[in-house]
Structure formats: C-alpha cells, structure tokens
C-alpha cells in the first residue's frame, strides 16, 4: 500500500481520538441528522477546503465542487445538490466560491485543447465573451485571469438566481440568500464580492417565473 494512503488511516483513527475525548457523543449527535445553514458551491482544487477555509465544523456546510465552481443548468448533479439544499435542509445561504489561480480559468483563457474537460470550459469562455471588453483593456494575464475569476463568480451567481428552485423558494417567501466570493489562496483570505441577491426583482424578465 502506498505511504501516503496508508497515511489517511491513521490521520483518520487520530481525529476520531481527538473528537471523542473532546466530546463523547459527537459522533453520535451527527448521526442523528444534518441541519446545514450554507450550501458551498465550490472548485474541486484541493486547496479550497470548504471546512478548513471557512473554520466551520461538520454538519455546518452542505458542499459541491467541480472544476471552476460552475453552475450549469443541465448539470443534474449540481441541480439535484442544490434542489436537496433548499427544499429538504432548507438552507438560509448559497454561497458560489471561486479562488484566485484557478487552474480552470487560466485554461479557458488559452486556447489550447485538454480533452473532454473542453467541454466544461466552454461555459467559461461564455463569461469571457460576456465580458471581453473589460479583460481584454487589462494589462496583464494575472490581472485578466484574477478578474475573470471574479466575473466567472458572478455570473455562477446570476445562474443560480436564475435557477426555477431558487425562484420558486423566494415565490413561497423563504429567507434564502445566494452570495459570489473569492477566495485567495496565496493568503488564505475570503472576499465577499457584494454579489448578493435574496429575490429576482432585479431580473431580466425574460428570467423570471410566474409562479
Ligand atoms: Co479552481
């Protein structure tokens, strides 16, 4: 078995110690049910712990990642994620957490071909059409591809309002925000992008559901 592996196991029997002299019954309080107020729509980067990066516990965070935090409509894994989210934990937040120095981003800005992943990144490219004229009037690739991590935030963001679960939720009069923020690996910091929306009023109405 490789050493690394092997490694997780032990971290694994480490951890359990540590929680149980903590507290006794904490596994057993989590067995019992999970009532997350967040649900994290995160990147797969391994850098990005959703936990670790935003000091809550489990049970605290309902979380889904893919490669550049994207929302996509026909994504039944994510739409089933965030259907879950809001209509059986009734969540309060969505949160779309994208970071700087996202390998997906900085891919969808070249033109190079990686695969079937190329797919995925098209919707990126989308958000850079969207938004060419600003990137392009940037200096340099850091500065574009910092500030398409952003606009790509964003515009997950409008994705998600636009979505019939979030509609329907704000329709029924449910507390439900969704946010865009950044996060920064080269210094461990969150930014929140003022990118917040808590009903479809400001909507194209071609967006918008009559309910
Ligand atoms: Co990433």
Redesign the pocket.
């Known amino acids: 078995m490789p050493e690394f592996y092997k490694k997780i196991f032990n971290n694994n029997k480490e951890w359990v110690k540590h929680h149980l002299e903590a507290d006794p019954n904490y596994f057993k309080d989590l067995s019992e049910g999970q009532k997350p107020p967040i649900l994290w729509i ?4 391994s850098r ?1 712990p959703a936990n670790e990066v935003t000091g809550t516990k489990p049970g605290e965070v309902f979380v889904h990642r893919n ?3 994207m929302v996509i409509h026909t994504d039944m894994s994510m739409l089933s994620v965030l259907d879950y989210a809001v209509n059986v934990l009734e969540v309060r937040h969505v949160i779309v957490c ?2 700087y ?5 900085n891919a969808a800005l070249t033109s190079k071909k990686f695969g079937i992943i190329d797919n995925w990144l098209r919707h990126i490219k989308d958000v850079y059409r969207m938004h060419k004229e600003e990137i392009d009037a940037l200096q340099t690739e850091d500065e574009k591809q910092r500030r398409m ?1 952003e606009l790509n935030v964003q515009e997950q963001v409008f994705d998600l309002a636009k979505t019939s679960i979030i509609q329907q939720s704000w329709a029924n009069g449910k507390f439900l925000q969704v946010h865009g923020i950044v996060y920064d690996i080269a210094n461990g910091i969150l930014k929140d992008l003022g990118v917040n929306f808590n009903s479809n009023e400001d909507m194209d109405q071609v967006y918008r559901f009559d309910f």
């Open positions: 995160g990147c797969s980067d990005v490669i550049a935090n994208g970071h120095g996202c390998g997906g981003i991590v």
